[in-house]
């Protein structure tokens, strides 16, 4: 699963990396938090892509509730043509979530080790995401889920499921509005090769979502086991 990220390059290079726009006045994010916003692409209704902000925690257009809960800020690549939360977004509203790493924990004993993951020369990325618009309680909420998959070598030494990272060479096949068949679409939710990424040790300052700072993705030495 994927449950915390960072996001700190500048919306303008996202737009122009997602080919939409207008870019967004946003904040750079150390520690990108279950339903807190975050920045997306997602196609606009008059054509085009359009960046967003979204609730991360995708709300089903059905939920009689608000708050569906934890379970759905990740989608699992291998369920997610199926499952009734999120099949509908996945044929008709996907989205490209703009990231620059993200965070997994490594057991150590009976503690945890925090690690940020990102490609190799730190360049800016797209996780595979979905969207969906909730209407309810005089309010309406635009959400969205990170897919994720089984981590690839690299990660695995971490954690067993990583987010799905889209190649800019796929932005165009997941986000066209004509495809609707989840068999083309599941085909791009494979893991990201290994020997395009690193991964390294960061502070436990990283556990809280109330903690922000560009010291959060500093390296630090590796606890021992």
């Known amino acids: 699963m ?7 390059t500048s919306a303008e290079i996202y737009a122009r990396l997602f080919d939409a ?20 692409a997602r196609n606009a209704i008059g054509g085009g892509r359009e960046l967003v902000m979204l609730h991360w925690g995708l709300i089903p257009f059905w939920s009689r509730e608000r708050s569906p809960g934890y379970s759905t800020i990740n989608a699992r690549a291998e369920t997610v043509a199926t499952r009734p939360a999120f099949r509908s977004a996945l044929r008709l509203r996907r989205c490209l979530i703009a990231a620059d790493g993200f965070y997994e924990w490594r057991k150590l004993g009976k503690g945890k080790q925090p690690y940020f993951i990102r490609l190799k020369g730190g360049e800016p990325f797209a996780f595979a995401g979905l969207w969906e618009r909730w209407e309810g ?6 959400s969205c889920a990170i897919i994720v998959t089984v981590a690839n070598e690299r990660v695995a030494l971490i954690h067993d499921r990583m987010p799905v990272i889209l190649a800019p060479g796929d932005y165009d096949r997941w986000m066209d509005p004509g495809q609707k068949e989840p068999a083309q679409l599941l085909s791009l939710l494979g893991s990201y090769p290994a020997q395009a990424m690193e991964a390294y040790p960061v502070g436990r300052e990283v556990n809280s979502p109330h903690n922000e700072g560009v010291g959060l993705i500093t390296p630090v030495p590796a606890a021992q086991e």
């Open 21 to 40: 726009g207008p870019a967004l006045e946003v904040e750079a994010r150390y520690n990108v938090a279950p339903s807190q916003p975050v920045l997306a």
């Open 137 to 142: 309680e005089g309010a309406v909420v635009e």
């Open 2 to 8: 994927c449950g915390r990220y960072a996001r700190f």
